[in-house]
Protein backbone atom coordinates (compact mmCIF):
# COMPACT_ATOMS: atom_id res chain seq x y z
CA UNK A 1 0.00 0.00 0.00
CA UNK A 2 1.18 3.57 -1.20
CA UNK A 3 1.80 6.04 1.76
CA UNK A 4 -0.90 7.90 0.01
CA UNK A 5 -3.13 5.41 0.66
CA UNK A 6 -2.18 4.74 4.41
CA UNK A 7 -2.62 8.86 5.12
CA UNK A 8 -5.95 8.44 3.54
CA UNK A 9 -7.00 5.27 5.86
CA UNK A 10 -5.40 6.79 8.49
CA UNK A 11 -7.90 10.22 8.13
CA UNK A 12 -10.71 8.20 7.31
CA UNK A 13 -10.34 5.86 10.46
CA UNK A 14 -10.21 9.11 12.72
CA UNK A 15 -13.33 10.70 10.88
CA UNK A 16 -15.28 7.35 11.23
CA UNK A 17 -16.99 5.43 14.01
CA UNK A 18 -16.53 7.06 17.49
CA UNK A 19 -16.20 10.73 15.88
CA UNK A 20 -17.33 13.52 16.51
CA UNK A 21 -19.51 15.13 13.06
CA UNK A 22 -18.84 11.61 11.35
CA UNK A 23 -21.20 10.95 8.05
CA UNK A 24 -23.07 8.24 9.26
CA UNK A 25 -26.45 7.29 7.41
CA UNK A 26 -28.89 4.91 9.35
CA UNK A 27 -31.13 2.82 7.30
CA UNK A 28 -34.34 1.40 8.15
CA UNK A 29 -32.75 -2.20 7.41
CA UNK A 30 -30.64 -2.15 9.86
CA UNK A 31 -27.68 -0.77 7.69
CA UNK A 32 -25.20 2.14 8.61
CA UNK A 33 -23.13 3.87 5.92
CA UNK A 34 -20.33 5.67 7.17
CA UNK A 35 -18.37 7.94 4.37
CA UNK A 36 -15.57 9.94 4.15
CA UNK A 37 -13.48 11.47 1.09
CA UNK A 38 -11.05 13.58 -0.14
CA UNK A 39 -9.55 14.43 -3.71
CA UNK A 40 -8.24 11.51 -4.26
CA UNK A 41 -9.96 8.56 -2.58
CA UNK A 42 -13.26 7.83 -0.93
CA UNK A 43 -14.05 5.26 1.80
CA UNK A 44 -17.36 3.79 2.65
CA UNK A 45 -18.07 1.47 5.93
CA UNK A 46 -21.12 -0.18 5.74
CA UNK A 47 -21.54 -2.22 9.06
CA UNK A 48 -25.55 -4.23 10.72
CA UNK A 49 -25.96 -4.29 13.95
CA UNK A 50 -26.38 -4.12 16.95
CA UNK A 51 -25.32 -6.60 18.76
CA UNK A 52 -22.79 -8.97 17.23
CA UNK A 53 -22.43 -7.00 14.48
CA UNK A 54 -20.67 -7.07 11.34
CA UNK A 55 -19.23 -5.01 8.15
CA UNK A 56 -17.08 -4.28 5.31
CA UNK A 57 -14.65 -0.94 4.85
CA UNK A 58 -13.69 -0.21 1.24
CA UNK A 59 -11.47 2.79 -0.35
CA UNK A 60 -12.13 3.75 -3.89
CA UNK A 61 -9.73 5.09 -6.68
CA UNK A 62 -10.78 8.17 -8.84
CA UNK A 63 -13.32 6.39 -10.96
CA UNK A 64 -15.08 4.45 -8.34
CA UNK A 65 -12.65 1.40 -8.31
CA UNK A 66 -12.77 -0.64 -4.77
CA UNK A 67 -8.45 -0.51 -4.10
CA UNK A 68 -8.50 -2.33 -0.45
CA UNK A 69 -11.35 -3.51 1.44
CA UNK A 70 -11.91 -4.93 5.48
CA UNK A 71 -14.32 -7.56 6.55
CA UNK A 72 -14.71 -7.68 10.10
CA UNK A 73 -17.42 -9.52 12.80
CA UNK A 74 -17.62 -8.16 16.57
CA UNK A 75 -19.51 -8.71 19.65
CA UNK A 76 -19.72 -7.33 23.11
CA UNK A 77 -19.63 -10.55 25.93
CA UNK A 78 -23.19 -11.53 26.93
CA UNK A 79 -23.91 -9.86 30.48
CA UNK A 80 -21.62 -6.87 29.81
CA UNK A 81 -23.13 -2.92 29.23
CA UNK A 82 -22.42 -2.02 25.76
CA UNK A 83 -22.75 1.77 26.36
CA UNK A 84 -19.19 1.99 27.78
CA UNK A 85 -17.57 -0.47 26.05
CA UNK A 86 -18.51 1.04 22.55
CA UNK A 87 -17.91 4.65 23.74
CA UNK A 88 -14.12 3.23 24.94
CA UNK A 89 -13.82 1.36 20.98
CA UNK A 90 -14.95 4.87 19.72
CA UNK A 91 -11.91 6.57 21.47
CA UNK A 92 -9.42 3.68 20.36
CA UNK A 93 -10.46 4.17 16.59
CA UNK A 94 -9.96 7.90 16.36
CA UNK A 95 -6.66 7.45 18.19
CA UNK A 96 -5.25 5.04 15.65
CA UNK A 97 -1.70 5.92 14.28
CA UNK A 98 -0.91 5.38 10.28
CA UNK A 99 -0.08 2.25 8.73
CA UNK A 100 -3.04 0.33 11.26
CA UNK A 101 -6.24 -0.42 9.88
CA UNK A 102 -7.27 -0.39 13.46
CA UNK A 103 -6.47 1.18 16.96
CA UNK A 104 -3.13 1.29 18.65
CA UNK A 105 -2.36 -2.04 20.69
CA UNK A 106 -1.88 -1.18 24.53
CA UNK A 107 -4.39 2.02 24.51
CA UNK A 108 -5.80 2.39 27.88
CA UNK A 109 -8.44 4.74 29.55
CA UNK A 110 -9.88 4.02 33.24
CA UNK A 111 -10.28 0.38 33.31
CA UNK A 112 -10.39 -1.01 29.85
CA UNK A 113 -7.56 -1.60 28.13
CA UNK A 114 -7.17 -2.34 23.90
CA UNK A 115 -5.67 -5.48 22.26
CA UNK A 116 -4.63 -5.73 18.50
CA UNK A 117 -2.89 -8.05 16.93
CA UNK A 118 -2.34 -8.28 13.36
CA UNK A 119 -0.91 -10.67 11.08
CA UNK A 120 0.52 -8.87 8.01
CA UNK A 121 0.12 -5.45 6.43
CA UNK A 122 -2.37 -3.42 5.14
CA UNK A 123 -1.36 -5.06 1.64
CA UNK A 124 -3.06 -8.21 3.10
CA UNK A 125 -3.89 -9.08 6.86
CA UNK A 126 -5.92 -10.64 9.33
CA UNK A 127 -6.37 -9.15 12.38
CA UNK A 128 -7.99 -9.64 15.94
CA UNK A 129 -9.01 -6.89 18.96
CA UNK A 130 -10.19 -6.81 22.52
CA UNK A 131 -11.42 -4.98 24.72
CA UNK A 132 -10.57 -5.72 28.58
CA UNK A 133 -11.98 -4.29 31.56
CA UNK A 134 -10.32 -4.71 34.57
CA UNK A 135 -8.45 -7.87 32.71
CA UNK A 136 -11.32 -9.56 31.48
CA UNK A 137 -12.24 -9.38 28.18
CA UNK A 138 -15.45 -7.90 27.13
CA UNK A 139 -15.34 -7.75 23.71
CA UNK A 140 -13.43 -9.40 20.62
CA UNK A 141 -13.63 -8.54 17.05
CA UNK A 142 -12.08 -10.31 13.92
CA UNK A 143 -10.83 -8.61 10.55
CA UNK A 144 -9.60 -9.68 7.21
CA UNK A 145 -8.29 -7.21 4.66
CA UNK A 146 -6.04 -6.08 2.35
CA UNK A 147 -5.57 -4.63 -1.54
CA UNK A 148 -8.28 -5.32 -4.08
CA UNK A 149 -8.49 -5.36 -7.58
CA UNK A 150 -4.39 -5.28 -8.24
CA UNK A 151 -4.48 -7.74 -11.38
CA UNK A 152 -7.09 -8.15 -13.97
CA UNK A 153 -7.37 -9.53 -17.04
CA UNK A 154 -9.44 -7.16 -19.19
Known sequence: ???ALKQFLYK???RGYGSTGVDEEKLPNGEHVIHFSDDDYEFKDVYYGGEPYAGQEVIFAQGGRAIWAMQYRGFVV???EL???YEFLGKVLTGTEV???R???GFADGDFSYEFKMNGDLDEFSANEKILRGGKVVYAADFLGG???TRRED
Open 83 to 85: GPI
Open 78 to 80: DGE
Open 147 to 149: LVD
Open 99 to 101: GLP
Open 12 to 14: ANT
Open 1 to 3: MND
Open 103 to 105: GVD
